[in-house]
């Protein structure tokens, strides 16, 4: 039996689509949110009334730290530009992009994962993104979904899914906290762009990629191997889960798998990630396959 869309239950703040489920229901009052990772990419060709809001706009400086997750204020303009309304299902996708081939599927979790963070309570995460409608031959078009008008969006911060720096130290190394990293293992056991290589200790790798179909990294894989994956590396809900990267991009794919797909109880992203923690010199490292 397959699944009933959107799911998981009415509950959750993220949801996952299928694209038979949106095209069913195109002409419903929705919000639908094209986060390609070029603007032109958008503009050849998307969603009937997808409007564009590019996945960057969520990050900028803070302290010296070359991204941090944008003030409420800058969230809530934004949402509100876009005609965001609380009431209304906010679909999320993207492609890999006609316009140069940037995406890799992380524009619309990360996208849906601010949506959450800064208070909306109805996202939907189109599994498979733009690639799997168009593989289906749905529609695309090139017009846009003139005559849209601000909203009066009000932010709210849910500031227990972040994790920040002094407390992630204090908190990384406890029995009962499972870190994860999300980055590729060759960036994890070895030199990425960072000043120093490895990872945090303590850190398990799991890439991002490890939970997507290999030829479409905006699909889930199925539940029974997503399962075999938790198993596989003895991921249990009772842990409270921490979400790491190098960024925390590849993070907020974890992230709203665990927390709101699987339903996790516990989990955290530390946004910070391997940029903040290798932006202290004393904070050791570890090279190679091994956490510690």
């Not at 593989?135 to 601000?150: A, D, M, N, S, Y």
């Not at 907020?252 to 109880?265: G, W």
């Amino acid at each position: 039996m397959g699944k009933e869309y959107p799911y998981p239950s009415e509950d959750s703040a993220i949801r996952w689509i299928s694209t038979e489920w949106l095209e069913e229901h195109l002409d419903d009052d929705l919000t639908i949110i094209d986060c390609q990772p070029n603007i032109h990419d958008y503009i050849m060709g998307h969603i009937p009334g997808a409007i564009y809001l590019n996945p960057a706009l969520f990050r900028v400086p803070k302290n010296g730290l070359p991204g941090k997750f944008v003030p409420i204020e800058v969230a809530q303009k934004l949402f509100r530009r876009i005609g965001l309304d609380p009431k209304k299902p906010a679909v999320v996708y993207t492609g890999v992009g006609e316009f140069k081939g940037w995406g890799d599927g992380l524009e619309q979790t990360m996208v849906a994962f601010c949506l959450a963070l800064y208070g909306h309570k109805k996202v939907h995460v189109l599994d498979g993104g733009l690639t799997k409608w168009k593989k289906e031959k749905r529609k695309v078009t090139q017009k846009f979904p003139l005559g849209i008008e601000e909203s009066n969006f009000k932010a709210n911060l849910q500031d227990k899914f972040i994790i920040e720096y002094k407390e992630f130290k204090k908190t990384k190394d406890k029995d009962d906290v499972i870190l994860l990293d999300a980055r590729p293992a060759g960036v994890y056991e070895g030199k990425g762009p960072w000043p120093k290589a490895g990872h945090i200790p303590g850190a398990i790798n799991l890439p991002w990629k490890t939970f997507m179909h290999e030829d479409n990294s905006r699909l889930l894989k199925s539940d029974k191997e997503i399962q075999k994956i938790l198993k596989k590396h003895n991921i249990t809900e009772d842990k409270t889960i921490i979400c790491s990267c190098g960024t925390g991009r590849e993070a907020t794919n974890e992230f709203i798998l665990f927390k709101f797909y699987l339903q996790f109880p516990k989990v955290r992203l530390y946004d910070g990630s391997f940029t903040e923690w290798t932006a202290y010199p004393d904070n050791p490292t570890v090279e190679g396959k091994n956490p510690r």
